[in-house]
């Protein structure tokens, strides 16, 4: 079997990855910030569930993923098993708990009386959450990237949805252990490395951020 280009292994990674935090991001803001500032009823059960999730291993998502996209699952209709949509399902599966944790806690590290000033000031419910996600944009960024780093990071979700199909599903991390198996170490250092780079990129660009934030609250 011909290995797959490293470029398409990449490009597909990011695809599945960038494409799950996107999704991940959208739904856990908005699930973090009603967990943080609305009293609801169920409140606690909702943030233990929040707090479980982000504690289950990955494999654990992947293998629920895999048996309700299973040919005879409950959505085995769809055709997503060994899919890329699958594995972006997945993906979403395993980031989305990571960031509804990080937006709940950043917002509810705010100061308290922040929202009753902006309500004294006018601000309607759709300005007031707009303000607070503003104060709290450097945790609501780190949030969306630790969800990027978990989710390009796993294995075992990428493996049980996606199969780890040559020039369809195979993803860096599944290549990995492939090639490994296979006594490939040095295809396997090239992922890794590729994996490590990236790393740097986020925590670099993350930190650059930060930066630049306490450099505004300074002036």
């Given at each position: 079997?011909?290995?797959?280009?490293?470029?398409?292994?990449?490009?597909?990674?990011?695809t599945v990855s960038l494409s799950a935090t996107v999704i991940a991001s959208l739904i856990g803001?908005?699930?973090?910030?009603?967990?943080?500032?609305?009293?609801?009823?169920?409140?606690?059960?909702?943030?233990?569930?929040?707090?479980?999730?982000?504690?289950?291993?990955?494999?654990?998502?992947?293998?629920?993923?895999?048996?309700?996209?299973?040919?005879?699952?409950?959505?085995?209709?769809l055709g997503l098993i060994y899919t890329v949509r699958g594995m972006i399902i997945a993906q979403?599966?395993?980031?989305?708990?990571?960031?509804?944790?990080?937006?709940?806690?950043?917002?509810?590290?705010?100061?308290?009386?922040?929202?009753?000033?902006?309500?004294?000031?006018?601000?309607?419910?759709?300005?007031?959450?707009?303000?607070?996600?503003?104060?709290?944009?450097?945790?609501?960024?780190?949030?969306?990237?630790?969800?990027?780093?978990?989710?390009?990071?796993?294995?075992?979700?990428?493996?049980?949805?996606?199969?780890?199909?040559?020039?369809?599903?195979?993803?860096?991390?599944?290549?990995?252990?492939?090639?490994?198996?296979?006594?490939?170490?040095?295809?396997?250092?090239?992922?890794?490395?590729?994996?490590?780079?990236?790393?740097?990129?986020?925590?670099?660009?993350?930190?650059?951020?930060?930066?630049?934030?306490a450099s505004w609250a300074r002036s």
């Open positions: 079997m011909n290995p797959e280009p490293v470029h398409e292994v990449l490009a597909r990674s990011a803001i908005a699930l973090g910030t009603l967990l943080a500032l609305a009293k609801l009823p169920g409140r606690r059960l909702l943030t233990a569930v929040v707090n479980t999730g982000m504690a289950v291993p990955t494999v654990v998502v992947g293998l629920v993923v895999a048996l309700l996209l299973w040919r005879s699952g409950p959505l085995g209709d979403v599966a395993i980031a989305t708990p990571l960031i509804t944790g990080i937006t709940m806690a950043a917002l509810q590290l705010l100061p308290p009386e922040l929202p009753e000033q902006l309500r004294s000031l006018g601000a309607n419910r759709l300005q007031l959450v707009a303000r607070l996600w503003i104060e709290a944009r450097l945790p609501l960024l780190a949030a969306a990237m630790a969800g990027f780093g978990h989710a390009i990071s796993e294995v075992g979700s990428a493996t049980l949805v996606g199969g780890n199909i040559h020039g369809q599903t195979q993803v860096m991390t599944t290549a990995i252990v492939e090639n490994v198996s296979r006594g490939e170490f040095g295809v396997a250092v090239v992922y890794g490395a590729i994996l490590l780079v990236l790393a740097f990129v986020v925590n670099g660009l993350l930190v650059s951020i930060q930066q630049r934030g």
